[in-house]
Every structure is written in C-alpha cells, then in structure tokens.
C-alpha cells in the first residue's frame, strides 16, 4: 500500500513531543470571571442606548406636510410600499439577480395595499362623522376611473400643499372625497388614532408592526432624523448606533459594498450585495478545502510567532 | 437475554461510540501538548465566557418581558450587560478566528471543527441582527425597515418578516440562540475529539 | 430619588457621535476604536510572552 504524500495544508504532523499540565474548569472559571467584570465595568461606565421609538402622532404633528403628502402618495400610488413589489404587492417586478427575479418568486406573502390599508381602512374606523362617512360612500360609489380622476386632480394641487391653523391646504378643485381622506387621515394621525388603527387591523392582540413601519418609512421623517444620526446607507448606517456608540463592526464587509459602484447606484444592489455576501460566506467555510487560500497561513507564516516556543525548543534539540 | 442482544442495544452503541471517540480524559484534559502556548489560545474560551454572559443577561431581561428596560433604569442596566457582553462576544470571536485561520487549524482532519465555527459566527450575526431590531426603539424602526429590502430581494423576506416584532422576538430568544448553543456545543466537542492543530512541521531535521 | 437611580451609566454615549470621513470610507470613532482594539488585541496576542514556560518539556 502506498502512502499519500503530505499535504501541509491539509495534513497536520503527529504530535510526538511532550505534554503539560492543563487545568480546563480553572481556565473557564478565569475566563467567565474576567468577561463578566468587563462587562460590568462597560456597562457601569457607558450604559446602553434607547431613543425612543417615534409614531405616527410625533411624525404627523412635528411635519404635518411631510405626513399628509405621503398619505397621498399612499393613495396615488406612488409611495415606496406601493411600488415595491413582493412581498407585499405587485407594484414592481423589484430587484434582479441576473436573470432571477427572488422576491417576485416568492411571491407576496405579506399583502399591502397602501390605498385601502393605510387610508381608507384607518378612514372607516373612526366613528361616525358626516363629512367623512359622505367621502367614503361617494369613494366606494365610485368607478376606479373616477377615483384616479380625483386622485390626479389633487396631486396636482399638492405641490404647494401648506399646514395652517391645524388643516392642510390644497387648492384642488375637482379632487372628490380626497380632501376629506388626507385631511381627516391627517387629524387622525395627529391624535394618535392612526397609530392605533393601523397596528390593530389583525384584531385586539399584535405582535406585528409591518404596517405602521412601512407607512412611516415612506415619509422623510423617519429617515431625516436617520439621517442626523448617521445611520443612513450611504453613511455606513447598517454599522452605526444610535449616539456615540459601537454598532454592528461586524457588518463592515456587507456595508461596504453599498458605497461602491455599481452597487451605490444600483437598484438591484440589495440582492447583488447580498449574493456577494452569500459567496464570500461560503468561502469562508470552505476556506480548508480552498488551494491557495489555505497556503496564505503557511505562507505568510505568522504561526512562527504562535508556536515561537515550540520552534525555539526544536531548534536547540 | 444473551450477551449480543445488549451489543446491539441502541443505547450501549451509542454509549460505546460517545465514549469511544470522547473518552473523559479527552472531554475534560488535564494535560495538552506543550506547543500550545500562546495568547491566542485564549480567544476561544472567552468567546465561551461571553456567550455565556449573553445568555445570562439575555434571561435576565426574559423576566419582566421586552418592554421593562424602556420604563426602569435596571432594566437599562441589564441591558447594557447584554450589549457589551455581545460586543465582547464578537470580538473575542473574531481574534479567534484570526488566530486559527493563522494556524491552518482546519488541517489533520480538523475541516469540521473549522465549518461549525464558520456556520456558528453567521448564525450569530443572525442573531445579533434579530436582537437589534427587536430592541421596539427608534433603532429597530429605522434598522428593520432598511434591511427589509435586503432580505426582500432575496425572497427570504416574504417568510422572515423583519417588520413583524414577534416573530423576530421569537427568533432572536428561541430559536436562533437554540441554534448557536448547539452548534458551539459541536464545535467545542470537535475541538475535544481532534485535540489542538499541531504546528507546521518547519524544521524538517527536528522531527524525524 | 429611589436606589436604583444609581444604575445609570457614569459616562453614556448618548450624544451625537463623531465619524472618520475619508473618500468613500465613512466610520464612526466608536466603531474604529472597537475594529483597532481587535487589531491591537490579536497582535498584542501573538508577541506578548505567554507565561508558564518553564513547565512546558517538548520531549519529556
């Protein structure tokens, strides 16, 4: 029987030298100990951070403009959530890996529509009032070009929306019930009854809160004070904290890639950095079977100061 | 019943094989090869102690339920714990890392020892990331309604909803640490069964 | 004020953070700091003396 040459990559040597005494409970007692007064120490010294989670209400009433304008854009279609595409809703094929479209795929599993769910359902929540309950039967009357033709008409007019004495103003003037939507929706919200509404649709109990974030993301306000804290993307958000804090270091790699090109222009740049990720991991797994990248620790031999004892030893026998 | 009939018992197979392969004095050493003798060799074991300080605060903060640390300053507190005993977790985990990718550790049938390692740091990435966006703060909102789009575009998302607290709640204290404890359970026995790397065979006239 | 306001932290890092801008290389100081004491902590692992050498025989 032959024997198979020595790979020094993948074969390790036989260990034929000595041996020293080693107590394995006393070093992970060390270890534990000295990891739990650092962690003392850190926590005492620098605590933890915890801004407050902004609603809907804080949103609407620190920027009644930026709230009512993306409560039309919930209604016109135009917002992020209506355009995104699964798994929410077909407003989008959504981003390409090549040829592969993942997300349309999977299909929407989480269905979103912006204008029912986040306008006119909220709408018909609210307890009866006139104005309202007329808008909303004239809205459910009313053929889907006849509400598109409203719609259009008030988007039209919102460019030069303004927020006064409490009402928002739009000169629209063939615009149907959808003055009464964005400005109720709006009032609704600055009560905070829009907060409620909207994470209640699955009944009394909730756990979820995908759609109050997605409307709130679709504001500016959101990512505005994202923004002040340096968490956005291209600011290598996904690695920041809140304040002065460390974040996710460890996500440097995944950050990375969205602030060079193709990737920070790219409207597929989520799934290519993704996939990038994906085969960087499983390199990194099969690193040991890799030739090359397995040679680069024998090579670089950085293992000399390691085992510097060991040679040292070799040498003087 | 006969001699054989024991033999082929589930139970005594697996009992021999475990003790086979993992004899006590192989699952808890009193005594390891001399060219182990390094700093870096203690970047393992911390990434124990941390994880372990992880969990404790992590159970600490279960007892009054998510919300408690929002409204009272211990609870603030316990949550510190668990932020720096995570931030000191990856750290000593990527040392490790370093360090064994230096020694070729995966080398004399270690590849397994090498893979569980890798799977448990992206497990813990996952887990991290869960925990991040399960902190219901202004840091949750603006973290899970970015990586939405990540996971999004990768279909995963319409099955792991970032936006659906529970679920990563769920997640980040069930079942990705079940995944994590488990793995580095492997991991740690593996280490156990094939013993430390040995040093690359340097000077050829010294070993034969 | 109750005993347990003496849990907050002596020096919390709750103010706007500072960042490192270079190019496209956009880092906060919190998160240098945390990558160079990793940088430092393995170099400082592979140099430092490891005590205890005389009670390690290669060939026994």
Known sequence: MTKKAFRPDVDAPEWKGGYSPYDIIKEGTIALVVVALLTLLLAIVFGSPDEHAITIKTWSNAAPVDFATTALSELNGTSTTAQYGAPYNHGSTGPQLGPFTLAKWAGVRISVNTVNDFVIDPLKSQPSQPALSTALTQWSQASSSERAGWVADYTKAAGKMTFANGQVMVNSTNAGPVPVFIEDLTQMARSGALDQALITQAGFYTTNYTMPLLFLADGTYLSGLADHQHLTGDQWGMMNETGSYPGQAWLWLYTFWYQIPPFNTSANADVLVFAIMGLLSIGLLVTPFIPGLRSIPRKTRVYRLIWREHYQNQEKT | MSTTEIDRQWTTRLRRRAAGKLPPEKLLPDKQPSYVSSWIYVFGVTTLAALTVVIATGCLLAIRGPQWWHSSSVGLFVNSLHLWSVEIFFFAMVVHLWGKYFMAAWRGGRAMTWMTGVVTFLTSIGAAFTGYVSQSNFDSQWISTQAKDGINSTGVGAFFNVLNLGQMLMWHIVLLPLVAVLLTAIHVLLVRVKGVVPPFEDVPKATK | ?60
């Open chain 3, 1 to 60: 004020m109750s005993w347990y306001g003496s849990f907050a932290a002596l020096l919390p890092l709750d103010n706007l953070g500072h960042y490192l801008h270079w190019h496209f290389i956009d880092i906060s100081i919190a998160n240098v700091v945390v990558i160079a004491l990793m940088v430092i902590t393995f170099i400082a692992a592979l140099l430092l003396p490891f005590p205890g050498r005389q009670r390690r025989k290669e060939n026994p």
